[in-house]
């Protein structure tokens, strides 16, 4: 299968619509933001929780692919996501903030999204940060799906009652690349063919970015799409279903991106969620 991208100047909900129907697989979106307003962020992230800590670096609020079993009980599921969100919109006048406001209009403006998970009629800010580490690996090779069977189940059902969860598309934005490293890559195994679940991998299988994943376990070697990463710069993919990593960062700076996730609701809607 040949990967498809298109290289593109603006977001917009035809482009949404191209990756659900599957006829395009990465959009590339250049300069998705005016530079200047990505200054002077940085010196904020030290106040920031650090809401879920890997190895590689960190994310905050929480993702939903974290919403664990081991969180235990539904109530309490929820209410770590909750809490997790629920600190973010509390720094609300933070230049870091004001990027994601900025982003979180294009996507309801543009792509016609509106937010998925609403608490208490309070709107919070469904926008994730990931901070990567200098000399580190970078994201583990995955696809959303591969997290499904370890997501808290009652969240989960919440979730796929609502949007075609499985076909869900990623946006990002790299708010600042690393002097060296941090591409995007994309292989041509689909989660509906390779089911490859997360925690039946090894950390060497999720950073080999030749798909040893995929041929420890009798598959293919995958083709790739790579992508460099470019401070500015946007993608829009088919993260649910395309097994896709981060690869290593090199240097001295971190790589810090902002992003969500967005899928086609039961009701013919766009939602987003982080
Ligand atoms: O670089 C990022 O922010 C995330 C890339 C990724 O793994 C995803 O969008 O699913």
């Known amino acids: 299968m040949d990967i498809k991208v298109s290289h593109e100047t603006f977001f917009r909900k035809q482009l949404l619509r191209k990756l659900m129907d599957k006829t395009l697989d ?5 300069n998705l933001f005016d530079l200047n307003v990505l200054n002077d962020f940085e010196k904020d992230l030290q106040d920031f929780p650090k809401d879920l800590n890997l190895e590689d670096g960190y994310f905050f609020p929480l993702p939903y692919s974290s919403i664990r079993m081991d969180h235990g009980n539904k109530q309490y599921a929820f209410q770590a996501y909750k809490d997790s ?3 973010l919109s509390q720094v609300v006048s933070t230049p870091l903030n004001q990027i994601s406001k900025r982003f979180i209009e294009i996507i309801e403006r ?3 999204c509106k937010p998925l998970l609403v608490f208490d ?3 919070l800010n469904p926008m994730g940060f990931r901070v990567l580490f200098s000399n580190k690996q970078g994201i583990d090779i995955h696809c ?3 997290f499904l069977n370890q997501l808290e189940r009652k969240f989960k059902e919440q979730l796929f009652e609502k949007v075609d969860l499985e076909n869900a598309i990623s946006i990002f934005v790299t708010i600042s690349a690393p002097d060296i490293g941090g591409g995007l890559t994309i292989f041509d195994k689909e989660w509906e063919s390779v089911k490859i679940n997360m925690n039946e991998t090894s950390y060497e299988e999720r950073h080999d970015s ?7 376990r009798q598959l293919s070697k995958p083709k790739r799409y790579k992508h460099p990463c470019k401070t500015g710069e946007a993608i829009v993919f088919r993260a649910a279903q395309m097994w896709h990593g981060i690869e290593k960062i090199e240097g001295s700076k971190e790589r810090i991106s902002m992003g969500c996730f967005i899928a086609k609701g039961k ?3 766009y939602y987003y969620w982080a």
């Open 26 to 30: 990465v959009a590339v979106i250049n």
């Open 267 to 269: 009701d013919g809607a």
């Open 85 to 87: 969100y629920m600190n």
């Open 110 to 112: 543009e792509g016609g």
């Open 121 to 123: 009629n309070i709107k």
């Open 210 to 216: 030749e798909g040893a994943m995929f041929v420890n």
């Open 144 to 146: 959303e799906n591969a």
